[in-house]
């Protein structure tokens, strides 16, 4: 008899570790699934804001990061980027550092919106979408050209999908709702993964390898007999 576990995953899109963590979780998921295991893993997404204050414009990228990260240290901010460019491309990544960082809070409207409304698999596409624009093409994060390529990349009609950008209330509570939902149970930096067990549920903090998100969805298919 099967079993239905589902994967909450908290992330923010402009966040590199929740993009690591996405890629390697989805390489863990991969496997597993190729096994014919008795679980079903469902990836469910929840939004979180790193940086809430951001403007919707944005501002450079690397300059941000260098001021509010690393004190302006040019030698500092070459050690990230050459780190996350090697941790990037042992996943298939290519980041890149330029481009606008700004808020968030569209990208995620357009997640959730069209989780609830067309299920998993079209939110995990718009989030892959968003993920690589910002990312690896230095686009702006929630920009209404970078929401509505997303949609595209998930099968959404065009027209709903740019009636549901341009209108900037909808679905904008709810948002905002979940988001202080996180809040209050406790999350307070991303990636934050929790894997629903038949026993217990098991809990990750931060962008795990491989192997260690195979250990846990092993762990949940061997509590669920």
């Known amino acids: 008899m099967g079993y239905d576990s589902q994967i909450s995953f908290t992330l923010d899109t402009i966040c590199p570790w929740t993009y690591l963590a996405k890629r390697r979780l989805s390489t863990a998921l991969s496997q597993i699934r190729s096994t014919n295991p008795p679980v079903n893993f469902t990836l469910h997404f929840s939004p979180y804001q ?9 501002e450079d990228k690397y300059e941000w990061y260098k001021r509010s990260k690393y004190h302006d240290s040019e030698d500092r901010m070459k050690m990230y980027t050459t780190l996350m460019s090697a941790y990037g491309a042992k996943e298939g990544i290519d980041f890149k550092f330029g ?3 700004a808020n968030t809070l569209d990208a995620h409207r357009l997640i959730q919106h069209f989780q609830e409304k067309s299920g998993p698999e079209c939110a995990e596409k718009i989030v892959n ?8 093409e230095e686009r702006h994060p929630s920009s209404e050209d970078t929401l509505l390529r997303a949609a595209l990349e998930a099968e959404i009609d065009e027209k709903e999908a740019r009636g549901f950008i341009s209108d900037e209330n909808e679905g904008l509570m709810e948002v905002k709702m979940l988001i202080r939902e996180q809040a209050s149970n406790g999350v307070d930096a991303v990636p934050y993964i929790v894997v629903e067990g038949k026993r217990r549920d098991f809990t990750l903090e931060g962008a795990k390898e491989v192997e260690e998100y195979i250990k846990i969805l092993e762990q949940v298919i061997k509590e669920s007999r």
Not at 129 to 136: D, G, M, R, S, T
């Open 129 to 136: 979408a968003l993920y690589k624009q910002y990312f690896e």
């Open 50 to 58: 790193l940086y809430p204050e951001a403007s919707k414009e944005g």
């Open 99 to 101: 481009g606008p960082v």
